[in-house]
């Protein structure tokens, strides 16, 4: 099996699942409790929180542990527009017409019951936002900008610090949903100019189950979850510390490695688009050309079932996807696709694969000359 599917989730890393282990058998305390087992616990916590905050140049007290990217999300942009909100003027929220169903389900419940009002903003044909129409979008009520850090399935990368020095200029917070960058772009808190970032631990090497929130300074959060006060009063709930454990071992391993992986790793992608794109005539990249993830490729394949052409791919051992993991088993044209320019019927063609730091040169060589063999089978079959 060649596993091309590392947008929707990766393997644990060896590393962090060492890291851990000791957590879920001997060190098993709450880290709430006041006694030895449980301070052992709450020591590992705080250890992991630095260890974040030093991967992204945050302070410690700036990181909450969630659950995964939709729960930091949901914290993040719930949690920034109903802080400290005036409730007679709840303001008005920007966001991507591409981004993950994450933030765009989490600003529609705004809409719906706090009554926020909503912008979307448009991308290029490439899923790049322009600056211009952040601009005209703002208005002196604008209390938060929502602005993914690089596209779940066409892989195209934003211009993160521009769009974030735009809205904090007018008086707007920015978060931006960095699920995808995680392990692949710079993460520097300070030199993106945001506000908040959303993370996710499945993403880069730690196990499903864990993520992290960043959020700047004293802005006031509104939790989600009320009880117990952990996380600094901004998420109640006993915290899971070996999956903290192994976030923070993965997130700091993949940026170590982030500057040799990613070059390689484009390199591959490089190759393996020129490849489909020569043996497949009619297959047409999606997403920026340049200004993409490294290990993104995003095809649509007309004329063919985009469904039809993964079981092909699969039958010949090459584990890929249509787009999201989270809208698998869909009917409806990707979102991202449409919202960039495609027809529908278009849209239902896409296929996305992406590689990982394991990835080889043999591998994506032989996924590449697959994916021709697949499309062809499709094209046969009438599919």
């Known amino acids: 099996m060649i596993y091309l599917d590392n947008a929707a989730t990766t393997p644990v890393r060896r590393e962090a699942l060492e890291a851990m282990w000791p957590f879920l058998t001997g060190n098993f305390g709450n880290p709430s409790s006041h006694h030895h087992v449980g301070e052992a616990a709450a020591a590992a916590l705080k250890q992991a929180r630095q260890s974040v905050a030093r991967s992204l140049g945050a302070r410690a007290g700036d990181v909450v542990f969630t659950s995964g990217g939709t729960e930091s999300d949901n914290l993040a942009i719930k949690g920034l527009a109903l802080g ?31 009554g926020f009002e909503v912008t979307l903003l448009p991308t290029d044909a490439h899923g790049r936002v322009r600056a211009d129409d952040l601009r005209e979008s703002l208005r002196p009520n604008t209390r938060l900008v929502s602005v993914h850090y690089a596209n779940n399935e066409v892989g195209t990368v934003q211009p993160l610090a521009e769009l974030a020095g735009i809205a904090r200029a007018a008086g707007a917070r920015f978060h931006t949903d960095a699920v995808q960058a995680g392990g692949w772009l710079p993460l520097d808190v300070t030199a993106l100019g945001v506000d908040a970032l959303s993370l ?16 700047r300074g004293r802005l ?11 996380e600094r009063g901004k998420r109640s709930g006993t915290e899971n510390v070996a ?19 990613a070059e390689r790793v484009a390199r591959l992608r490089d190759e393996f688009i020129a490849t489909v794109l020569r043996r497949s005539p009619t297959a047409r990249l999606t997403g920026h050309p340049t200004e993409r993830l490294p290990g993104t490729a995003s095809f649509v394949f007309p004329g063919t079932s985009g469904e ?22 869909s009917s409806e ?15 239902q063609t896409a296929v996305r ?18 994916v021709h063999d697949a499309v062809a089978a499709v094209h046969r079959l009438g599919a």
């Open 200 to 215: 996710s631990g499945h993403k880069l090497g730690a196990p499903p189950g864990i993520g992290a929130l960043f959020v």
């Open 243 to 261: 999956g903290a454990v192994a976030f923070a071992v993965a997130l700091e391993l993949s940026l170590r490695e982030r500057s040799e992986t």
């Open 333 to 347: 044209p990707s979102h991202v696709l449409t919202a960039m320019g495609f027809a529908a019927e278009v849209a």
């Open 308 to 329: 039809a052409v993964l079981l092909e791919l699969e039958r010949r051992g090459i584990v890929c996807s249509s787009g999201s993991a989270c809208a698998a088993g």
């Open 220 to 230: 006031p959060l509104e939790p989600l979850l009320h009880g117990g006060g952990q």
């Open 353 to 370: 694969f992406t590689l990982s730091a394991s990835s080889s040169a043999d591998e994506v060589a032989l996924a590449a000359a697959s």
């Open 84 to 114: 400290n909100l005036d409730t007679e003027a709840p303001g008005h929220l920007i966001t991507t017409a591409i981004e993950h169903e994450a933030v765009l389900e989490t600003v529609d419940y705004l809409h719906r019951l706090h």
